[in-house]
């Protein structure tokens, strides 16, 4: 909570002001507590140099008291009786600026309205948000601010603080925060809702896993549109509609009450919601976690190391290509364009892939209608007979899971100069395969050597020197893979093949260089459809016929794949390697994962059919562990978004308030930004930013703009104190208020800017 008897923050001031402002003699009054019934604060100087009245609270349901209102009933003793004090003739303190105006106009201004029956009316006078309020007498010593000067009563309240004084107002204010008076008159910010204005902002919270203290306000309060009015260069707003409840919290805007229940229900609310948003700290269950980040910024802050990985995708996503590079690449095919290889363009038709048997290359191409970025495989050379095969793509297409490479579209086109056929699918950038991440020589393997490698000076398979060498993988620190990831990939693979399968589909491409693998551990069958499409039988009265002999390949490839991770090597598949690279399985990694390789590769005729379904008992209790590292991620990535969704509600946020501060014109209007809602949002511009300490240094928080930030972008009903820079006004204004100041501004702008779109 603020101690605004602390002193040491204040609203911006000009540096060669400072400390002035608290000790200038300032007056403010509550007149909108009860002496024009408008809610408008003024707020003079005993200088008298111009004001601003503006509205203060907004408990008020209209612009003026109408003393014959029913609800303005019963609360004379629950008023502070400062302000009975004040109930001159008319209702107004004499001295004040507005009583000056009132009296010049000597017209029937509404608060002469108040004037005739606001004595009796005063007694009757009811607010619920005052109910609570502590009843508090001018004679009590903390309401009795020393006479004189600005310098002695201001003290109290800016700069010594008496307790007492602090606590009385404390205890008047739903929001526990401060209150504050000013100069050498008995006077308060207090609102009837108690929402004082907060001189100074909250300090910073602690780094570590806390937040900003939210203000609890129980009655929400919807911001007025405001009448102003210059006379002889002092400006006065007045509320011009009905307060209402009900728009100031997000779930009171989501239709909740404040104990988050629906409306309509009658269970009697037991707790109060803040009247803001803001992210709360990292969940007790998330602090223990291992390889958090721990930096101060990563607890208001995405990880850094979520944060760079999304950065990497995100660049690698709007990477554009060289044309300087790929000058042969074509602008534009069918619906895509800025086409990116994403491997080497094969430089003659000889270059083949491996498995397709094709030349075939692979680019990230960008929608040309949707602007969303795929990747397309094309190959080259290859003329479609038919269209018969399309009903097996189409059931590709509809084939969706988290472990696949989903299949967009087919066409054939010749903008490449042939007829090559372009398979489009998702693109999911920074994706390697398994071959380049698990076998290629460059990656460093700690010491172990492929033990079926060529290389002559590598250990060769159960020699000796091999053998020493296993033992101490196995002890740790080897490059052999651990069990767990092992698992880990084999339970996404036949995930993947068990929706492939149950669709009557095939994988046919399961092999290293055809299997993504996307962030930490995700897998991705890629290249689907291809094999369909290239070897098409358009003769076969069945084409469906061969699906499941492709099937039990599919359990075939599976099996070749986890041997070969399991021995770091594609040789390890190969038929004469195969029983020493089962026996190092054995010696490495639990008889399950033996079994499982076991059954995949058993020859066919031994056995007589296998199913993806079947390896589910193997896997067991392996699933439990996978689902809860998943669900785990899943918590921690929630709790990123959680911070960063407030984040970028922020950043929306202050789009909109750079919109509006400081526009040079608005509908050939140059006073636009200076004057009615925008002198406002200008003042809080300041009030957020611009603070300076004490002696005149930049007063820098962070934990202060994301405060006044979110309350703004809530409508708290909080009030603030907001001073301009020459320090002749000031304005004790709630969020709510300068949250409708800025709605409508921001829609002025918007209106004008559709205005020009339809003159263009
Ligand atoms: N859907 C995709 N999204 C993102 N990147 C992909 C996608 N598909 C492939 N890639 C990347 O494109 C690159 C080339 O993939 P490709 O399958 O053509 O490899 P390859 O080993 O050269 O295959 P082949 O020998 O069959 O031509 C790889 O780095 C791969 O990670």
């Given at each position: 909570?603020?101690?605004?008897?602390?002193?040491?923050?204040?609203?911006?001031?000009?540096?060669?002001?400072?400390?002035?402002?608290?000790?200038?003699?300032?007056t403010?009054?509550?007149?909108?507590?009860?002496?024009?019934?408008?809610?408008?604060?003024?707020?003079?100087?005993?200088?008298?140099?111009?004001?601003?009245?503006?509205?203060?609270?907004?408990?008020?349901?209209?612009?003026?008291?109408?003393?014959?209102?029913?609800?303005?009933?019963?609360?004379?003793?629950?008023?502070?009786?400062?302000?009975?004090?004040?109930?001159?003739?008319?209702?107004?303190?004499?001295?004040?600026?507005?009583?000056?105006?009132?009296n010049?106009?000597?017209?029937?201004?509404?608060?002469?309205?108040?004037?005739?029956?606001?004595?009796?009316?005063?007694?009757?006078?009811?607010?619920?948000?005052?109910?609570?309020?502590?009843?508090?007498?001018?004679?009590?010593?903390?309401?009795?601010?020393?006479?004189?000067?600005?310098?002695?009563?201001?003290?109290?309240?800016?700069?010594?603080?008496?307790?007492?004084?602090?606590?009385?107002f404390?205890?008047?204010?739903?929001?526990?925060?401060?209150?504050?008076?000013?100069?050498?008159?008995?006077?308060s910010?207090?609102?009837?809702?108690?929402?004082?204005?907060?001189?100074?902002?909250?300090?910073?919270?602690?780094l570590?896993n806390?937040?900003?203290?939210?203000?609890l306000?129980?009655?929400?309060?919807?911001?007025?549109?405001?009448?102003?009015?210059?006379?002889?260069?002092?400006?006065?707003?007045?509320?011009?509609?009905?307060?209402?409840?009900?728009?100031?919290?997000?779930?009171?805007?989501?239709?909740?009450?404040?104990?988050?229940?629906?409306?309509?229900?009658?269970?009697?609310?037991?707790?109060?919601?803040?009247?803001?948003?803001?992210?709360?700290?990292?969940?007790?269950?998330?602090?223990?976690?291992?390889?958090?980040?721990?930096?101060?910024a990563?607890?208001?802050?995405?990880?850094?190391?979520?944060?760079?990985?999304?950065?990497h995708?995100?660049?690698?996503v709007?990477?554009?290509?060289d044309?300087?590079?790929?000058?042969?690449?074509?602008?534009?095919?069918?619906?895509?364009?800025?086409?990116?290889?994403?491997?080497?363009?094969?430089?003659?038709?000889?270059?083949?892939?491996?498995?397709?048997?094709?030349?075939?290359?692979?680019?990230?191409?960008?929608?040309?209608?949707?602007?969303?970025?795929?990747?397309?495989?094309?190959?080259?050379?290859?003329?479609?007979?038919?269209?018969k095969?399309?009903?097996?793509?189409?059931?590709?297409?509809?084939?969706?899971?988290?472990?696949?490479?989903?299949?967009?579209?087919?066409?054939?086109?010749?903008?490449?100069?042939?007829?090559?056929?372009?398979?489009?699918?998702?693109?999911?950038?920074?994706?390697e395969?398994?071959?380049?991440?698990h076998?290629?020589?460059?990656?460093?393997?700690?010491?172990?050597?492929d033990?079926?490698?060529?290389?002559?000076?590598?250990?060769?398979?159960?020699?000796?020197?091999?053998?020493?060498?296993?033992?101490?993988?196995?002890?740790?620190?080897?490059?052999?893979?651990?069990?767990?990831?092992?698992?880990?990939?084999?339970?996404?693979?036949?995930?993947?093949?068990?929706?492939?399968?149950?669709?009557?589909?095939?994988?046919?491409?399961?092999?290293?260089?055809?299997?993504?693998?996307?962030?930490?551990?995700?897998?991705?069958?890629?290249?689907?459809?291809?094999?369909?499409?290239?070897?098409?039988?358009?003769?076969?009265?069945?084409?469906?016929?061969?699906?499941?002999?492709?099937?039990?390949?599919?359990?075939?490839?599976?099996?070749?794949?986890?041997?070969?991770?399991?021995?770091?090597?594609?040789?390890?598949?190969?038929?004469?390697?195969?029983?020493?690279?089962?026996?190092?399985?054995?010696r490495?990694?639990?008889?399950?994962?033996?079994?499982?390789i076991?059954?995949?590769?058993?020859?066919?005729?031994?056995?007589?059919?296998?199913?993806?379904?079947?390896?589910?008992?193997?896997?067991?209790?392996?699933?439990?562990?996978?689902?809860?590292?998943?669900?785990?991620?899943?918590?921690?990535?929630?709790?990123?978004?959680?911070?960063?969704?407030?984040?970028?509600?922020?950043?929306?946020?202050?789009?909109?308030?750079?919109?509006?501060?400081?526009?040079?014109?608005?509908?050939?209007?140059?006073?636009?930004?200076?004057?009615g809602?925008?002198?406002?949002?200008?003042?809080?511009?300041?009030?957020?930013?611009?603070?300076?300490?004490?002696?005149?240094?930049?007063?820098?928080?962070?934990?202060?703009?994301?405060?006044?930030?979110?309350?703004?972008?809530?409508?708290?009903?909080?009030?603030?104190?907001?001073?301009?820079?020459?320090?002749?006004?000031?304005?004790?204004?709630?969020?709510?208020?300068?949250?409708?100041?800025?709605?409508?501004?921001?829609?002025?702008?918007?209106?004008?800017?559709?205005?020009?779109?339809?003159?263009?």
């Amino acid at each position: 909570m603020d101690n605004i008897s602390a002193g040491v923050r204040k609203p911006a001031v000009p540096a060669n002001s400072r400390g002035s402002y608290l000790s200038s003699g300032l007056t403010v009054s509550n007149m909108g507590t009860c002496y024009s019934g408008d809610d408008a604060l003024l707020l003079s100087r005993n200088h008298g140099i111009s004001n601003v009245i503006f509205p203060g609270s907004l408990a008020y349901s209209g612009n003026r008291v109408k003393p014959e209102e029913p609800s303005y009933t019963g609360c004379e003793d629950r008023m502070d009786p400062i302000f009975l004090s004040y109930s001159q003739a008319n209702g107004v303190p004499q001295e004040s600026k507005l009583a000056t105006y009132m009296n010049r106009q000597n017209t029937s201004t509404p608060t002469s309205t108040v004037n005739q029956s606001l004595a009796k009316n005063l007694a009757g006078l009811s607010l619920d948000a005052v109910v609570s309020l502590k009843k508090v007498t001018p004679q009590a010593p903390e309401f009795v601010p020393a006479a004189g000067g600005g310098g002695t009563a201001g003290n109290t309240v800016a700069g010594n603080g008496s307790p007492d004084f602090l606590n009385s107002f404390t205890g008047l204010s739903s929001s526990g925060g401060p209150q504050a008076t000013f100069g050498s008159r008995r006077s308060s910010l207090e609102s009837p809702l108690s929402a004082s204005p907060r001189l100074t902002p909250q300090p910073s919270p602690p780094l570590s896993n806390c937040s900003p203290t939210p203000t609890l306000d129980k009655t929400p309060i919807t911001p007025v549109s405001t009448y102003q009015e210059n006379v002889g260069g002092t400006t006065y707003f007045y509320p011009t509609t009905v307060a209402v409840a009900g728009a100031a919290g997000g779930g009171e805007a989501a239709g909740l009450n404040s104990s988050g229940m629906s409306s309509g229900s009658s269970v009697v609310p037991s707790v109060v919601l803040p009247s803001f948003h803001v992210y709360p700290g990292t969940p007790t269950h998330l602090a223990s976690i291992k390889g958090k980040s721990t930096t101060p910024a990563a607890a208001f802050y995405v990880a850094n190391e979520i944060r760079m990985e999304t950065l990497h995708r995100n660049a690698l996503v709007l990477a554009q290509p060289d044309p300087e590079q790929f000058p042969e690449l074509p602008s534009e095919i069918d619906n895509y364009h800025e086409l990116c290889p994403l491997k080497p363009v094969p430089s003659n038709s000889m270059h083949k892939s491996q498995l397709l048997g094709y030349p075939m290359s692979t680019y990230k191409a960008t929608n040309t209608k949707t602007g969303a970025r795929y990747c397309l495989r094309r190959v080259h050379g290859f003329r479609l007979p038919n269209t018969k095969c399309m009903f097996l793509v189409d059931m590709w297409k509809h084939l969706q899971h988290s472990n696949i490479v989903q299949l967009r579209e087919v066409f054939t086109t010749k903008a490449f100069g042939d007829y090559s056929m372009i398979f489009v699918y998702d693109y999911h950038p920074g994706s390697e395969t398994l071959l380049m991440k698990h076998f290629t020589p460059s990656e460093p393997l700690n010491g172990y050597a492929d033990p079926f490698s060529a290389d002559p000076t590598a250990p060769r398979p159960y020699s000796h020197q091999k053998n020493a060498l296993l033992r101490q993988q196995h002890g740790g620190g080897s490059g052999m893979l651990p069990e767990g990831v092992i698992w880990n990939y084999i339970i996404q693979l036949t995930s993947a093949l068990r929706v492939i399968h149950a669709a009557g589909l095939a994988c046919r491409t399961l092999d290293p260089t055809k299997i993504l693998l996307t962030g930490r551990s995700r897998l991705r069958l890629s290249s689907l459809a291809i094999s369909d499409v290239l070897t098409f039988d358009t003769t076969s009265p069945n084409p469906l016929q061969l699906i499941p002999h492709f099937q039990q390949e599919d359990l075939t490839a599976l099996g070749k794949v986890i041997l070969a991770l399991a021995c770091r090597s594609l040789m390890a598949v190969q038929r004469e390697n195969m029983q020493t690279s089962l026996d190092l399985v054995a010696r490495t990694y639990s008889n399950d994962l033996r079994n499982v390789i076991m059954y995949l590769l058993t020859n066919q005729q031994q056995q007589q059919h296998k199913s993806v379904t079947d390896l589910m008992p193997m896997i067991g209790a392996r699933f439990y562990t996978q689902l809860d590292a998943i669900q785990i991620r899943s918590d921690v990535l929630e709790n990123e978004i959680s911070k960063e969704m407030e984040n970028g509600r922020l950043c929306r946020l202050l789009v909109k308030l750079g919109t509006v501060n400081e526009r040079p014109e608005l509908n050939l209007d140059p006073t636009w930004a200076e004057t009615g809602d925008r002198y406002m949002l200008k003042l809080f511009r300041d009030y957020l930013f611009h603070q300076v300490s004490e002696d005149g240094r930049p007063w820098l928080d962070m934990s202060h703009v994301v405060q006044c930030l979110n309350k703004l972008d809530t409508a708290a009903p909080e009030k603030i104190c907001l001073m301009s820079r020459d320090e002749q006004s000031i304005l004790v204004v709630s969020y709510a208020e300068l949250k409708h100041c800025l709605e409508q501004s921001f829609e002025e702008i918007l209106n004008a800017a559709t205005k020009r779109d339809q003159i263009a």
